[in-house]
Each structure stands twice: as structure tokens, then as C-alpha cells.
């Protein structure tokens, strides 16, 4: 079995536990014979690493490579910049960021994924898988191409079934039940998640 | 939600604990390395470690220190 450590750097609270959750289930349910494990996720807020003029992205990745650091030398190793775009094209936001990564860091296996265009898309993408969470939900509820349109969290709040949606708390829930095939079908960029973690195993463990 | 504390400074010559309480268990050690690094490296405080929730005890020093504090606390 592949072993691959990920060292996640994140904008948000509810992904420093979701995040890990998720990494392991595409593992194990998305992957043959490959165990992905985390570390802690490094938290910093989105308009600092976005900001070519701020340290914190730099920082960041020095801390998330001396996280690697201490993992067994036989397993995969990958730093993951994983954030929402918001209002940013992914296609020129990652990028960039990625470029930064690597003018820091040339030397180490570093990914970029912009959850287009918040985090709560990819619960929406497959909501159908999460009726134990969210209201009944039919069909024609759900949006087509989730990734079209901002405010998930308010349409993930508005069928919570406790009615209330605070992403420290629910996400890890959300994370660890929704269908990630179907999530992956539906969502482009959860799907370059995938294809990332994906690209790590092969390079990585050559 | 974790509690850390920490109980002293970091600098060449000082030790730096992390007090974490998860579950119920509340665990004591030395910081792991890679918070360590960060901090002699001048790159984090412990502070901003703190409040990243990445200043935790080293999980190889916790079994250790489970043996060395056992005594201190009284059976039932």
C-alpha cells in the first residue's frame, strides 16, 4: 500500500478538521491501495496568503515542510494550498499562487487547489448523498453546475436540519459523509483535488 | 475545542510546554519539532503558533509523560 502525507495549508477554521477527513476518505474510497494522511492543517487567513506583498504564504510553507519533515522517509509527501476562490478565477488565482510556492520552495512537491467557489460547494455538488444532514432534498433542488454561483453556505444553512450551519463544527461532519464520486463528478475543482493527490502518489513514489 | 498553555519562554536554554486537553485527557510535553523549528527560526511566536492551534505536546513525548505524571495523581 502507497503511503502519502499531505501538509495542508488552509483559510478557514471548519477546513483545519474537515480537510484531514476528506484527504483520508479519498484514500481509501477514491484511490486502490493508497493511504493519504495529514497533518495538522496550517490556518492563515485568505487575504494574507493571497497578498504577493505579505510573508504569510512563505511562512506557511516553511512550517507545512517541517511538518513533513517528521513523517516516515518511505512515504509520499505533498504540501496542499487548498482555499476558496470567492470572486477569483481559479484559472489565474492558482497559478499565480502556485508560482509563489515554487519560487519559495523549487525543491519540494507542492499542489494548489481553489474550491471554486467556496469550500460548501463540494457539500452541494453532492448533496444528494447527504439527507442525514441537510432536508429532504429533491432533484430539481440542487444546482446543476454548483460552481456557478456563490453563497453555498447560505443554501447549506437553509436545509440544515438543525437549523443552524457553523462551519468549525458542521463541516467535518458534512466531509465525512457526503459520496465523493459524486462529488467528484459533479465538482471541477474538487476533481482537481483528486487529479493533485492523484499526481503526488505517482511522482512522489517512484 | 483544545486548551494549550504555554509555561514558559523559548529561547536557547528554555524548554517550552504544551498543556493540551482533548476529550477529557489532559496531556503535557515538550513542543514537537516542527513547532520548535518555527520558533527558532524566528518565522512563528508561540503566540501565533497558539492561536493557529498548532502548539500541541509531541505525541511520542505524551506516552512518556502519561508514565511520568502517573504518580501524581491519586487513585480511586
Known sequence: MKCLWVAPIVEGHGEVDSVPVLLHRIGSELFTNVHIQSCRPIFQPRGRLINPNDNSLSKAIQFAISRLDAVPSDASRLVLLLIEADDDFPCRLGPQLLNRCREFRPDQPIACVLANPEFETWFVAAAASLSALLTEIDDADIPIAPEVTRNKKKWILDRSRTGNYAPAIDQRKLASKMDLKLCRSRSPSFDKLCRELERAIRVEGR | ?76
Open chain 2, 1 to 76: 475545542m483544545q486548551g494549550h498553555t504555554c509555561l514558559s519562554r523559548f529561547s536557547k536554554g528554555f524548554t517550552l510546554i504544551a498543556v493540551a486537553a482533548e476529550k477529557g485527557t489532559t496531556e503535557i510535553g515538550p513542543v514537537d519539532a516542527a513547532c520548535a523549528k518555527m520558533m527558532s527560526d524566528h518565522l512563528y511566536t508561540a503566540g501565533e503558533l497558539l492561536r493557529m492551534g498548532q502548539l500541541t505536546p509531541e505525541p511520542a513525548s505524551r506516552s512518556e509523560t502519561q508514565g511520568q505524571f502517573a504518580g501524581l495523581v491519586e487513585s480511586k
